[in-house]
């Protein structure tokens, strides 16, 4: 006899969704957590202090009026790492309490514990009091995301070598640092901590960086970065790592480059969060950086009554599609139709500047041997971009010039993750080019670029309507 329905390991986004969608549909559900709050990885490390530290940053610096006031600008003097914290706070509270509500008034029972594997449907649950108890169910969610990739040649200790979740317990902000990845996650803390006046290195061993977006929108980021003063070293690697009297950080790059800084951020992937699990009692088995493997549809593993979502089953380990992927595999353990979500989602950067993306990019366009036009309007253009101050900003628009359909919408700059969603919507309903010379938009806002990028590559393609 089960005691649940369904059982969910983890509450971050994935498991969070699986878990209210099981219950909203009347079934027994059971969260397991092992972190001190509910929310995972996106409330407590991730996604919300991320993005809180960013708003913190740019609010406190003044960065969005520089435009205006010149780049000396600043709202507050000297910013400490206190400034940021407190913020994140409160953030942080009112995430976990709007999470707790809802398991409250959804019936979602949630213990602390960290759950490993008796058998493909018993789970032992080890509680912070050393209790252990054990909980069957007929089918289990495994949404545990994802920890940092920590190897065992780089120096960690917390203060001036650290990794992402280490860089939230910040007591001082540096003067210099250099970030070990430029992947998203290097990217965005490298771009927020410049926009605090740290002096930023990034390197990665690959030659380019953020190689799923459109190459035109990277340019003119990169070009953005160098322009503050931002060092990229793309191509090479850090030899050496280590910690110095003075209490700074040298480096030794393999190009024979050594620099010397206050901080390292190592921000090179992250790790499936499996090796706890005692996967084998199950039946299951992690791939190399602790992933798993599951039908992209049903989200179910090998072990039928065994579903995992979210970042633990690898790309594009974002929250939101973990939250569509928790919510779909919820359904499908409990017998619920459920639907693929459209093929394009919306990728968001929160960079200084951000950068969005929907769609095909201009090489997924040439590598598919699609004819195209591209439609391009800088922020400048609109007078919202005028009021605003900002002198920088692009919105890029990739039209099939057979169907005349929207297939790609590529955004770098100021509210690039907000202003996305009217070109995923145009792209998800088909919408052709017609969709934004024809209808009126607000005036002023930042919006009206994508008028100006239609009107710009419909003045190329010709105004003969497509027979679609
Ligand atoms: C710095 C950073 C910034 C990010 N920014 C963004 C962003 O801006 N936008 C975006 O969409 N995504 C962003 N992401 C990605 C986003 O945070 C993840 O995609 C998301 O958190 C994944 O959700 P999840 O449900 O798979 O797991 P997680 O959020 O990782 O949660 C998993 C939970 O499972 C628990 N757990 C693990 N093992 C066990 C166990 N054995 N027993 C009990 N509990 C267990 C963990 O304690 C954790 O709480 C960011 C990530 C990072 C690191
Ligand atoms: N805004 C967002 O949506 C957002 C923000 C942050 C993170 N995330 C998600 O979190 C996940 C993890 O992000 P990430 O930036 O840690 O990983 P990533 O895999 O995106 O980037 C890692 C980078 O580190 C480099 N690298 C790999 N091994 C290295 C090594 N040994 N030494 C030096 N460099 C090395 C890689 O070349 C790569 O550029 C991503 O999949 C991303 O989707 C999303």
């Not at 920890?147 to 780089?154: I, Q």
């Not at 990229?232 to 393999?254: F, M, P, Q, Y």
């Not at 779909?328 to 409990?334: E, G, L, N, P, S």
């Not at 951000?354 to 598919?368: F, P, V």
Request: charged share 25%; glycine share 10%.
């Amino acid at each position: 006899m089960f005691q649940y329905d369904l059982v969910v390991v983890g509450s971050g986004p994935a498991g969070r969704r699986g878990a209210i969608q099981a219950a909203k549909l009347g079934k027994k559900v059971l969260v397991v957590e092992q972190g001190k709050r509910v929310g995972g990885v996106s409330v407590h490390t991730g996604t919300i202090p991320s993005k809180t530290l960013r708003e913190t940053a740019l609010n406190l610096s003044g960065w969005r009026e520089r435009g205006f006031y010149g780049r000396a600008y600043r709202v507050k003097d000297e910013i400490s790492a206190d400034d940021l914290r407190r913020r994140l706070l409160i953030t942080l509270d009112h995430e976990v309490e709007v999470l707790e509500h809802q398991f409250a008034r959804n019936r979602v029972q949630h213990i602390r514990g960290k759950a490993s594997f008796v058998d493909p449907s018993t789970l032992e649950v080890v509680k912070e009091d050393g209790e252990v108890i054990k909980v069957t169910a007929a089918s289990i969610l495994l949404a545990v995301g994802t920890k940092p990739f920590r190897p065992d040649y780089m120096p960690f200790d917390g203060k001036t070598v650290l990794d992402s979740d280490e860089l939230l317990e910040l007591e001082e902000l540096p003067r210099s640092m250099v970030v070990i990845g430029a992947g998203v996650i290097g990217i965005e803390y490298a771009t927020i901590f410049s926009a605090l006046d740290t002096a930023v290195t990034v390197i990665d061993p690959k030659p380019t960086m953020l190689d799923f977006i459109d190459k035109e929108i990277v340019e003119d980021f990169t070009y953005q970065l160098r322009d503050r003063n931002m060092k990229i070293l793309l191509g090479t690697k850090a030899d050496k790592v280590e910690r110095l009297d003075n209490g700074k950080v040298e480096l030794l790059l393999d190009n024979g480059r050594r620099l010397v800084t206050d901080m390292v951020l190592f921000a090179a992937g992250r790790m499936g969060a499996t090796d706890t699990l005692n996967l084998p009692a199950a039946g299951l088995e992690a791939d190399s950086r602790g992933r798993l493997k599951v039908n992209p549809e049903t989200f179910q593993t090998s072990v039928p009554n065994i579903y995992a979502a979210g970042d633990v089953v690898g790309f594009p380990s974002l929250a939101s599609t973990s939250m569509e992927q928790g919510r779909i595999a919820a359904r499908v353990a409990i017998g619920a139709v459920a639907k693929e979500p459209p093929k394009y989602f919306p990728y968001g950067i929160y960079a200084v500047p951000e950068i969005s993306t929907c769609g095909l990019t201009e090489e997924e366009m040439k590598e598919r041997g699609i004819p195209y036009e591209c439609g391009i309007a800088r922020f400048r253009e609109t007078s919202r971009g005028h009021i605003m101050g900002l002198d920088t900003g692009l919105l890029k628009l990739i039209f099939s010039l057979k169907t005349r359909r929207l297939l790609g919408v590529h955004i770098v700059g100021e509210g690039a993750t907000e202003l996305v969603h009217i070109g995923q919507a145009v792209l998800n309903l088909k919408g052709t080019v017609e969709y934004f010379v024809e209808n009126t938009f607000n005036y002023p806002t930042l919006a009206e670029a994508y008028k100006i990028a239609g009107l710009d590559a419909w003045n190329r393609m010709g105004d003969i309507k497509s027979e679609l």
